[in-house]
């Protein structure tokens, strides 16, 4: 059994953390890099355990590793060499099981939850690219050479493709454990569960931004973020069938913690 059905089949909703980039910018941390947060294994790993801590204190049943953007390739322009930059990218998932468990070494810290998970990020290909280009789904490659997908609106991949078919494809695959909404905006989130549903019986993630539009030019975020409140959107979307519930760009511990104290109100099994 999966890690992810263990944690379900006791609890009815996993909390996945929030944003890292976010955190490392309030920490005073530039990423205004090609390599963005993953800049920051070079030259400050200790914070990156950092926000892994605090994610864990708000609440969360599963950090996801500062790796979205550690790619052989984008540490090799850097001048790092492969074997270096293997190291690197496994020193982001030792950060994060180091704060896991200095975590849950404090027995007030095990109470009515299950032991955090570590998952790995690895990063769509566009991610590489450094040019934004994971929100088109446009990379000028074929399918034989890549699939991966992200969303766009309430019913599509950025690509273009009904996200249904995408679930009913993933849904077919004994290795999937979940599948999920990521980095989207939280207006589109209600439909594409539907859209995911009428597909596939898979758990289903939701893990979209702040709302806020990227700007691969500047490598800054503009707009407004959305207005609805994270812990009551948590609900809507546990309503409607989500399981396991997260933040991805310009969330903070803030909105793990908002969900999290909505999650206590749950009974478990």
Known sequence: MNPITQILNEYPVMIIDGAMATELERMGCDLHDDLWSAKILLERPELIKQVHAEYFAAGADCA?????????????ARGIPETDAIRLIQTSVELAAQARDEF??????RLHRPKPLVAASIGPYGASLADGSEYRGHYGLTEDELISFSAKD???????TPISECASLLDSCSQIAAIGINCTPIEHIPPLIEEIKRAASKPIIAYPNSGEQYDPVTKT???AACENHFGKSAQSWYENGVSLIGGCCRTKPADIQAIADWAKTLKTT
């Open 154 to 160: 309430g019913r599509h991949i950025s690509e273009g």
């Open 221 to 223: 975020w503009k707009g």
């Open 104 to 109: 849950w070494a404090h027995e007030e810290n």
């Open 64 to 76: 996801i590793t500062a790796s979205y953007q550690s790619t052989i390739e984008g540490f090799a």
